[in-house]
């Protein structure tokens, strides 16, 4: 069983910043994909970035240019970090890893961006 917790919850004004967090309880080598998901009340939840065990990184198109998904291994840890952000980038912000042994999510973290 993997553990991931995410952390970085916040209100902020659009054109503000965020960096997310996202922490696993396996050794980031060994986890094959970490993606960050968003989810808004009565909506799926969808993808918006997700990294590679090779640094591959893909993004939603609506924030690409705005938020970078990054790994810092010292930390193993992935960010999420987020600029210029704006009212309809708020929800549930969800880190998922993808390991060998499975398929596991966090807990979720709150975003809120105020106009």
């Known amino acids: 069983q993997v553990q991931v917790v995410e952390s970085g919850r916040g209100l902020v004004q659009a054109g503000g910043s965020l960096r997310l967090s996202c922490a696993a309880s396996v050794s980031i080598f060994h986890i094959h994909v970490v993606g960050w998901y968003r989810q808004t009340p009565g909506k799926q939840r969808e993808l918006v970035a997700s990294i590679t065990n090779g640094l591959v990184t893909n993004y939603q198109d609506s924030v690409k240019g705005r938020f970078t998904i990054s790994r810092v291994n010292a930390d193993n840890t992935v960010y999420l970090q987020m600029t210029n952000l704006q009212p309809e980038d708020s929800g549930e912000y969800y880190c998922?890893?993808?390991?060998?042994?499975?398929?596991?999510w966090g807990q979720g973290t709150q975003v809120t961006v105020s106009s």
């Open positions: 998922s890893v993808l390991h060998a042994s499975g398929f596991y």
